[in-house]
């Protein structure tokens, strides 16, 4: 028989906060939900598998790469489960979780969170989770791992944050996350890492099998040094729904690991239900409860987290953007600004820790904020096959698609037999480049291993761009290089196709694929970002005080990257047209020329001596705006745009 759950779980339950308890309520025994699943048909379990040969046979961008890098041949598998579909019956078919399981390691197998298998009813937007989480840190060379959010109403003898865990069910700690690592895709080692520990106390049931286990039993020291364990089981419920409701307009700019945006959710589900309350505040333009130290308010608080922190170095910016995974990326990037302006001027951290990405155009529309330089999004490929042709070909004038850049090199590959089409980005250059600099402090980006997607985008850009250190905490970002499509979404370009090969998942199952690869732009142009990553200038290991004191030794280690670099900033202090001339006066930081530009056209340029001058511009009285652009020793640090009166 499986643990008592009921004596213990009610009560973490009914203690949790207002804004979720009655979701929470819902939640069942992981024996009592398993009852009531499996409904395919030995029909249903064919048309899923000849669907996820067409994906990964004749869509999937990244299976050259996957069959050379990990030696993964996932279209094969699929032929040989499906010639043993055909010798089974309705009575001798295996149990429906067997299935499941097999088709998962098939997409697991090419290690890639873009592309998966997601399960049916009941398991879609279902998840599996234990009242706390577990997280490492480094100590003397050694990693350790520590309880750092327990649900509230929670109780164990000595289990509280801080607690270390020595042993998972019997296994050591170590070997328990290595195990788990093995089981989930991941592209890289930090990355599987990263999962590895993730997944043992939250999984997402439309990737992940329920746990095979019904509870597990925890090893771990307390606060005096004793060791203690405990036996707790694994509980199912609804996960809260996506922040951002699906969107067809948009669904073809998608970068997003989905595992890692439906876990974030859980996370604020089980351990910060402030966030659902501020975000209900936020739409009813009530005041936002809940805000820490120095937070300024924000209108996303499920996207960000504004503050202004200290550190050993000084005082500084420290913005946490939680996710892409936004409807209208202008006005992402609107709110970005907002925030990043109310925070001190002389160094921001920017935080994408877990962010698991989202709409790559609020990705890559982010950038320009922070830098001077001109933003060149990533150029994308799609792999050379009859079928993308086809949908290129059908779609090629669409507009909301713009799919007509890629047809041409994917006719001529016909005759040439390339691999892949040419590249071009999916981001529209102007929307990169429309608002230019809005932040003139210098600036640093963290990133870890579950970093991915658009994410691993942003932080390609961030790095291509030199716009600053990327401070890691992980070895590598999570290495998700691609555009993400679904089979729903595929299944509508070609609807109107008599040829389409798409049909209908049964029973709510669904699929996605990497559709397009993206590639670096810089200096390290061309390279694919999928399963290279982006590889941080500095490494910083995770801290016991890191995990329990609200990550102060990483963003003290900022805070010193921040403190040796010099602020650049150029302003305009004012304009005037007189006489038909256009008379400016020019505020500098760090800065020794400057560059007019007016109406777009070079202008002026001047050398900067005592922090201002005054520039006038014969001939232009009825410009209506201006670029000012700095340089110090010969490079652009800074620049600005302004409307003219």
């Known amino acids: 028989m499986g643990h008592p759950v009921d004596e213990i779980a009610p009560e973490f339950i009914q203690n949790a906060a207002e804004p979720v308890r009655d979701q929470l309520i819902g939640s069942t025994p992981l024996n009592v939900f398993l009852q009531g699943a499996?409904?395919?048909?030995?029909?249903?379990?064919?048309?899923?598998?000849?669907?996820?040969?067409?994906?990964?046979?004749?869509?999937?961008?990244?299976?050259?790469?996957?069959?050379?890098?990990?030696?993964?041949?996932?279209?094969?598998?699929?032929?040989?489960?499906?010639?043993?579909?055909?010798?089974?019956?309705?009575?001798?078919?295996?149990?429906?979780?067997?299935?499941?399981?097999?088709?998962?390691?098939?997409?697991?197998?090419?290690?890639?969170?873009?592309?998966?298998?997601?399960?049916?009813?009941?398991?879609?937007?279902?998840?599996?989770?234990?009242?706390?989480?577990?997280?490492?840190?480094?100590?003397?060379?050694?990693?350790?791992?520590?309880?750092?959010?327990?649900?509230?109403?929670?109780?164990?003898?000595?289990?509280?944050?801080?607690?270390?865990?020595?042993?998972?069910?019997?296994?050591?700690?170590?070997?328990a996350v290595h195990l788990n690592a093995a089981r989930f895709a991941g592209s890289n080692p930090s990355a599987r890492r990263s999962r590895g520990v993730q997944s043992l106390t939250v999984r997402p049931l439309v990737i992940h099998l329920p746990p095979l286990e019904e509870w597990v039993t925890v090893s771990y020291i307390d606060d005096t040094g004793r060791p203690r364990e405990l036996r707790e089981s694994w509980r199912i419920v609804q996960n809260l729904p996506p922040f951002v409701a699906a969107d067809p307009a948009t669904a073809a700019f998608q970068g997003l690991d989905l595992d890692g945006d439906e876990t974030n959710r859980a996370k604020v589900l089980l351990f910060a239900p402030q966030v659902v309350a501020q975000r209900n505040a936020a739409e009813a333009d009530e005041p936002i409860p809940h805000l820490g130290e120095g937070e300024i308010a924000t209108t996303m608080p499920e996207v960000f987290r504004a503050r202004s922190i200290h550190t050993s170095s000084g005082r500084f910016g420290h913005i946490r953007i939680f996710t892409f995974s936004v409807r209208n990326p202008r006005q992402f990037v609107a709110e970005f600004v907002s925030l990043i302006r109310q925070l001190p001027q002389d160094g921001l951290i920017v935080d994408v820790r877990d962010n698991g990405g989202g709409h790559i155009h609020a990705a890559e529309f982010a950038l320009q904020t922070l830098t001077p330089r001109r933003i060149t999004p990533e150029p994308v490929q799609f792999v050379n096959t009859p079928l993308n042709l086809r949908i290129c070909s059908r779609h090629q004038d669409d507009p909301s698609l713009d799919l007509g850049a890629w047809?041409?090199?994917?006719?001529?590959?016909?005759?040439?037999?390339?691999?892949f089409s040419g590249a071009f980005p999916i981001t529209p250059e102007d929307g990169a480049n429309a608002l230019g600099q809005q932040y003139s402090g210098p600036v640093v980006l963290i990133t870890n291993a579950r970093c991915y997607s658009a994410t691993d985008i942003f932080a390609a850009g961030f790095q291509d761009h030199r716009i600053g250190p990327v401070l890691g905490t992980d070895e590598n970002t999570g290495a998700g290089g691609a555009n993400v499509w679904t089979h729903e979404l595929?299944?509508?370009?070609?609807?109107?196709?008599?040829?389409?090969?798409?049909?209908?998942?049964?029973?709510?199952?669904?699929?996605?694929?990497?559709?397009?690869?993206?590639?670096?732009?810089?200096?390290?142009?061309?390279?694919?970002?999928?399963?290279?990553?982006?590889?941080?200038?500095?490494?910083?290991?995770?801290?016991?005080?890191?995990?329990?004191?609200?990550?102060?030794?990483?963003?003290?280690h900022a805070g010193r990257l921040l403190k040796g670099l010099s602020p650049h900033a150029v302003s305009l202090a004012e304009a005037m047209a007189a006489d038909g001339a256009l008379h400016l006066k020019v505020k500098v930081k760090n800065v020794d020329r400057v560059d007019v530009y007016l109406d777009q056209r070079p202008r002026a340029s001047v050398d900067m001596t005592d922090g201002q001058a005054d520039v006038t511009v014969t001939g232009a009285a009825s410009a209506r705006s201006a670029r000012l652009e700095g340089f110090a020793g010969g490079q652009l640090v800074a620049s600005t745009t302004e409307r003219l009166p």
Request: charged share 25%; with cysteine; hydrophobic share 40%.
């Open 407 to 419: 047809l041409p090199s994917m006719e001529q590959a016909l005759e040439t037999g390339a691999a």
């Open 490 to 556: 595929l299944s509508e370009l070609l609807q109107d196709d008599r040829a389409t090969p798409y049909t209908p998942l049964p029973k709510g199952a669904g699929m996605r694929v990497s559709i397009r690869r993206t590639l670096r732009v810089g200096p390290q142009s061309g390279t694919p970002v999928e399963d290279l990553g982006v590889v941080p200038d500095k490494l910083h290991r995770m801290t016991r005080r890191d995990l329990l004191e609200g990550n102060i030794d990483l963003l003290d």
């Open 38 to 175: 499996g409904t395919l048909t030995l029909k249903d379990r064919r048309t899923i598998v000849d669907q996820a040969l067409v994906l990964l046979e004749q869509n999937y961008v990244h299976l050259p790469l996957k069959t050379a890098m990990h030696a993964a041949n996932p279209v094969q598998r699929l032929r040989l489960l499906r010639r043993r579909l055909e010798r089974q019956t309705e009575q001798t078919m295996p149990r429906e979780w067997l299935f499941h399981a097999e088709l998962s390691e098939i997409f697991h197998s090419v290690r890639d969170l873009h592309t998966n298998y997601l399960l049916p009813a009941p398991f879609a937007g279902k998840i599996a989770f234990l009242p706390f989480l577990v997280e490492p840190c480094t100590e003397q060379e050694r990693t350790r791992f520590l309880v750092t959010h327990v649900a509230q109403g929670f109780s164990a003898p000595g289990f509280k944050p801080g607690v270390e865990i020595t042993h998972w069910s019997g296994i050591p700690i170590v070997d």
